[in-house]
């Protein structure tokens, strides 16, 4: 394995970029391979079997493109393949999860909000942490369904969305959260509108910083950063419509659109 081979990144779509641009602004000399499977998104609403077998696909492919390591950035993936992922592939994983430590450990209010997909929220990882950190806490837990589908069609700041927002809010709103836990990697995008919608004390939180960290401490412990300052290579591949990915990249990155 070669320290220039490319880090690999996969998600059901192009939420998943979230991280990528922390991993890309962190790492700014790694070569990226970034995967969105958009044409299956969204993976929140499919079964465990099906969420592992989309895994493997997008797995397979970054290995055949010769990636060192893969970041899966995608909570519902992670949270229901990534055991498996690694019990099955000789090659390093990070994942990511909601972080409800730093929420459970930071709130005053003893109560704390997290939207995610159906996939992450009734997975048994997700179970296992909630349990962890929820003594003497209440956990308003949200399934943000519809959310992914009206990014992936462009319709992020859209009155739909809006809606949908204040829909999933409310409960949270009304058991006084002062945390906001985005367990997808498509949430982070709509931080400009939750931030409107939410009192200025509700603290929103999202792990892409920290899976960033993660995957240089990893590359670090493997020897395998890159040290070359030339510019890196990086490939952002859709099998869907390149229109939305490349508007939510602000245009700054070759977008190609792919059959996978
Ligand atoms: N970005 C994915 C996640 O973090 C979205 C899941 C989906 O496609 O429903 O869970």
């Known amino acids: 394995m070669s320290n220039k081979q490319p880090i690999g990144i996969f998600d059901s779509g192009i939420g998943g970029t979230s991280i990528f641009k922390e991993i890309?602004?962190?790492?700014?000399?790694?070569?990226?391979?970034?995967?969105?499977?958009?044409?299956?998104?969204?993976?929140?609403?499919?079964?465990?079997?099906?969420?592992?077998?989309?895994?493997?696909?997008n797995t397979e492919y970054l290995i055949n493109k010769g990636c060192k390591i893969i970041v899966i950035a995608c909570n519902t993936a992670t949270t229901n393949a990534?055991?498996?992922?690694?019990?099955?592939?000789?090659?390093?994983?990070?994942?990511?999860?909601?972080?409800i430590k730093p929420a459970a450990l930071n709130t005053q209010t003893k109560a704390i909000g997290i939207l995610a997909t159906k996939g992450t929220l009734s997975s048994q990882l997700f179970h296992k942490t909630t349990d962890l950190y929820s003594e003497?806490?209440?956990?308003?837990?949200?399934?943000?369904?519809?959310?992914?589908?009206?990014?992936?069609?462009?319709?992020?700041?859209?009155?739909?969305?809006?809606?949908?927002?204040?829909?999933?809010?409310?409960?949270m709103l009304e058991q006084n959260i002062?945390?906001?836990?985005?367990?997808?990697?498509?949430?982070?995008?709509?931080?400009?509108?939750?931030?409107?919608m939410l009192p200025s004390h509700i603290k929103i939180i999202d792990s892409?910083?920290?899976?960033?960290?993660?995957?240089?401490?990893?590359?670090?412990?493997?020897?395998?950063?890159n040290p070359s300052s030339e510019n890196p290579k990086i490939e952002l591949l859709s099998n869907s419509d390149i229109a939305v990915l490349n508007t939510i990249l602000d245009n700054k990155f070759n977008v190609t659109h792919l059959k996978f």
Request: glycine residues 6%; aromatic residues 6%; hydrophobic residues 40%.
């Open 24 to 57: 890309h602004s962190l790492l700014p000399n790694e070569n990226c391979i970034y995967l969105a499977d958009s044409i299956n998104a969204p993976y929140g609403n499919k079964s465990k079997e099906d969420i592992i077998k989309l895994s493997i696909k």
């Open 82 to 99: 990534i055991d498996y992922l690694r019990a099955n592939y000789n090659i390093p994983f990070i994942g990511i999860e909601p972080a």
């Open 136 to 171: 003497g806490i209440k956990i308003i837990e949200q399934e943000g369904d519809g959310i992914v589908q009206l990014i992936e069609s462009g319709q992020l700041n859209s009155n739909k969305m809006k809606s949908l927002l204040e829909i999933y809010l409310k409960p």
């Open 178 to 196: 002062d945390h906001l836990v985005l367990g997808c990697t498509h949430y982070p995008y709509l931080i400009p509108m939750l931030s409107k």
């Open 208 to 225: 892409g910083r920290a899976v960033a960290n993660q995957t240089k401490v990893v590359l670090a412990s493997l020897d395998l950063l």
